[in-house]
């Protein structure tokens, strides 16, 4: 009976992790590599102020 309800669980979690996916706006998926730039520019170089 444990194994039948990990399993469920198991399938649960998986099912709701592709339903985000799928509505997630597409908009929020094309900047994913900009962002992920950006993150590794600041990384080296810090964060400068511009006067």
Not at 9 to 31: G, M, R, T, Y
């Amino acid at each position: 009976m444990d194994k039948v309800k990990l399993k469920f669980h198991i399938l649960a979690v998986i099912c709701i992790v592709i339903f985000c996916i799928a509505i997630s706006p597409k908009e929020l998926q094309n900047d994913t590599f900009y962002t992920i730039r950006i993150g590794e520019y600041i990384t080296e170089n810090g964060i400068r102020k511009f006067n």
